[in-house]
């Protein structure tokens, strides 16, 4: 007896039974499904800078509604008496919604201290509105957007990296570390941050050029942007590209800054009008941490002594005491990263050339970008200093912690600190986050915190 073998049919052969375009119905679906496996991997940091900027809104309603008689009204402090989107508007936030509305003026002094890059993209986000979004919403929806792609970037780039405990712990210490509150208000350090991400996520991937066009908007954005520039061409070099590729690369990356020289040349009739401008903010450049030891001896007359410190013609405002202590501990902090990311790169040498950490459970490279890009950013905020309100004769280091709070690696850097030990994570975090809360209710209540 003969025994008849029936062919297995596949769901690849055709089904006389449907109809032509029964194939093409089943691609949604599928579409659907790699949009939900794409969502699972991005769902954890959308949610936590979401609820950082969600919680962030409702704590700055509560603060100006309860403490509505507390605020100091330094000049340009308190600009709008909004409870919500304006409870932001404080500070540098009024320059930059300025320029993208109205361009540099002549007549406003200090304006081209502030980088196009971010007031475009904010003058974009209101075009694209076809007006109907006033321009400080726009700038705070730029914001929003930077800082949640930001940590999006970040968590893939660090669990890619170090496994999903670093990335989740880089992601959480980003959001609320305690100078957050600028990447949550109408300034440039949102945006500044997700290049910085991207840049560090495209070199990992060896997409040099790509690279170098983004970092080429980041120099219009912040001059901090020459950190990303000289990371991308010490890359490209240990890459073994050659010395035309290491030149292309620096060249395009600096593109930004260089279009931004050559209209300050033909409006103001000076190229480094950015750099001479600083002297109308008190700022100027000196040795690492000279900022610092000033500081500290500032702040010892105003622990033991009345009146105004020595050179001084007035007492300050009571909070800028500690506004420094926060930018000194941020300026330190800072470094001992720095340290601990560089003793990553050159402890274990890989015979390939890549530098490596062993990290118990999770082993993967620490790229060099990582510690120069830090490196950069930190030398630069400790060379920088600033002669304070009513003292003459004395430096601090104000306004570093902002600077700081964008160089992304740090964040990677205290994950793999901390990544063991359950009394540090929830000192880091406990710590981030208590700071976080109080130097925002000082930032909306219009004091001075940056």
Not at 6 to 22: F, H, I, S, W, Y
Not at 195 to 219: D, N, W, Y
Not at 420 to 443: C, D, E
Request: charged fraction near 10%; proline fraction near 6%.
């Amino acid at each position: 007896m003969q025994t008849e073998v029936q062919e297995p049919v596949t769901l690849a052969e055709p089904d006389a039974d449907r109809g032509p375009g029964a194939d093409q119905a089943l691609q949604p679906a599928s579409g659907v499904v790699a949009l939900r496996r794409r969502w699972a991997g991005i769902s954890i940091p959308f949610w936590i800078a979401t609820s950082r900027i969600a919680l962030g809104l409702i704590f700055a309603h509560l603060v100006i509604v309860l403490f509505p008689q507390s605020r100091q009204h330094f000049p340009g402090g308190t600009l709008n008496n909004g409870t919500w989107v304006g409870a932001f508007d404080r500070w540098d936030s009024a320059y930059y919604v300025d320029i993208a509305q109205h361009g540099y003026s002549v007549h406003a002094a200090g304006q081209t201290a502030f980088f196009p890059g971010y007031p475009l993209m904010v003058t974009l986000a209101h075009g694209l509105s076809l007006g109907l979004l006033p321009y400080l919403q726009s700038a705070t929806l730029v914001a929003w957007s930077a800082f949640t792609a930001a940590a999006v970037l970040l968590y893939r780039l660090a669990t890619k990296l170090f496994g999903p405990r670093v990335g989740l712990l880089a992601t959480l210490l980003f959001c609320w570390f305690p100078a957050s509150l600028f990447l949550m208000s109408p300034y440039s350090e949102s945006l500044f941050a997700l290049e910085i991400v991207a840049v560090l996520t495209l070199l990992e991937r060896k997409q040099f050029l790509a690279a170098a066009l983004v970092a080429g908007f980041a120099s219009a954005t912040s001059p901090e942007s020459i950190a990303l520039t000289l990371a991308l061409m010490v890359a490209v070099a240990l890459a073994g590209k050659g010395v035309r590729w290491v030149v292309g690369c620096g060249a395009i990356s600096g593109i930004g800054v260089f279009a931004y020289m050559m209209y300050l040349w033909a409006r103001f009739g000076q190229p480094f009008e950015f750099v001479t401008v600083q002297k109308f903010w008190k700022r100027s450049e000196h040795f690492p941490f000279v900022g610092l030891y000033r500081n500290v001896l500032a702040l010892r007359h105003y622990l033991v002594g009345p009146g105004p410190p020595l050179g001084g013609t007035s007492p300050t405002f009571t909070n800028i005491r500690w506004v420094w202590l926060w930018d000194d501990g941020a300026l330190v902090l800072g470094t001992i990263l720095l340290i601990s990311l560089v003793y990553g790169c050159v402890a274990r040498w890989r015979p390939s050339g890549e530098p490596a950490i062993t990290t118990g459970i999770e082993t993967g490279p620490i790229p060099v970008s990582f510690a120069v890009v830090t490196f950069v950013i930190v030398l630069l905020a400790a060379c920088t200093t600033i002669s304070p309100y009513a003292l003459a004769s004395y430096a601090s280091s104000e306004g570093e912690a902002r600077f700081i709070s964008v160089a992304v690696p740090l964040y990677i850097g205290a994950a793999l600190l901390v990544r063991r030990s359950a009394a540090l994570i929830s000192l880091f975090l406990g710590g981030s986050i208590i700071l976080a809360l109080l130097f925002q209710a000082m930032y909306n209540l219009g004091l001075w915190v940056t």
